[in-house]
């Protein structure tokens, strides 16, 4: 199990997960599932985006220059499995 989040450099979104999800691939294991966990709160029955400092800060910087950009909000959880091993047997 892996947890892999996407971030922004330069404004540009960095698709981590996927990159991730590649390097399981090359080194032979089989991904099983992959699955979003948010990044969040509850307050008074809400749900509350809990982004970084550094993350709100860029975004607010981009709005203000004319970027519409929004709030990563959660994280990738990759399932993988090793593959199963296949013995042939024989005939004796």
């Given at each position: 199990?892996?947890?892999?989040?996407?971030?922004?450099?330069?404004?540009?979104?960095?698709?981590?997960?996927?990159?991730?999800?590649?390097?399981?691939?090359?080194?032979?294991?089989?991904?099983?599932?992959?699955?979003?966990?948010?990044?969040?709160?509850?307050?008074?029955?809400?749900?509350?985006?809990?982004?970084?400092?550094?993350?709100?800060?860029?975004?607010?910087?981009?709005?203000?220059?004319?970027?519409?950009?929004?709030?990563?909000?959660?994280?990738?959880?990759?399932?993988?499995r090793?593959?199963?091993l296949?013995?042939?047997?024989?005939?004796?």
């Amino acid at each position: 199990m892996v947890s892999a989040h996407p971030w922004r450099k330069n404004g540009q979104l960095v698709d981590l997960p996927s990159a991730v999800l590649a390097a399981g691939a090359r080194a032979g294991l089989i991904s099983t599932e992959r699955c979003v966990a948010l990044v969040a709160a509850v307050r008074d029955g809400r749900l509350v985006a809990r982004p970084s400092f550094f993350q709100f800060q860029a975004v607010r910087k981009a709005r203000t220059g004319g970027t519409p950009l929004r709030l990563i909000t959660h994280e990738d959880v990759l399932i993988f499995r090793r593959p199963e091993l296949t013995m042939e047997v024989a005939d004796g």
